[in-house]
């Protein structure tokens, strides 16, 4: 199992992913001209926002699916397809964050930045993208050496 490429891209983004859930990934700051106060915007929530359940579930679902997905090394299918639902999810997690950050601009009105971090779960699908590629790959090999049996 762990000999297995794509088990290692597999345990990176699950690293990627548990790393990202206590991280902000963006930033508020409130606009010249009236008291400085700066948010921060995370999986674990902000201290404007309320009911970030949206943002928490996607960012637990990423490393969480990676996770179970290394351990189906034995079904090479449903691991290929489990890994393209964590590529969704991952886009999804910025539709997310997206209208969060619209949310927060339209009802605080503050400024918001991003932060490096939240590039963390763009990491995670092309690490996820190369381990589906590496695992169609094996199951391809398997049924060669099966039609030569």
């Given at each position: ?26 930033q ?8 400085l ?20 579930l ?37 539709g ?14 503050v ?5 490096p ?7 995670c ?12 790959k ?10 030569i049996?």
């Amino acid at each position: 199992m762990i000999q297995r490429v794509q088990t290692l891209y597999l345990l990176a983004a699950v690293v990627l992913g548990i790393v990202l859930i206590w991280l902000p990934v963006v930033q508020f700051v409130s606009p010249e001209g009236t008291e400085l106060q700066v948010y921060e915007l995370s999986a674990l929530g902000g201290a404007p926002l309320q009911g970030l359940w949206g943002l928490t579930l996607t960012t637990v679902l990423i490393p969480l699916l990676a996770l179970v997905d290394i351990f189906l090394y034995k079904n090479r299918i449903l691991q290929a397809r489990l890994n393209i639902f964590t590529v969704m999810l991952c886009l999804g997690y910025y539709g997310v964050l997206a209208l969060y950050v619209w949310l927060a601009k339209m009802s605080l009105g503050v400024e918001w930045h991003i932060l490096p971090w939240a590039s963390f779960p763009l990491v995670c699908l092309v690490l996820t993208m190369m381990a589906t590629r590496r695992i169609l790959k094996d199951e391809a090999l398997v049924r060669a050496a099966d039609r030569i049996r």
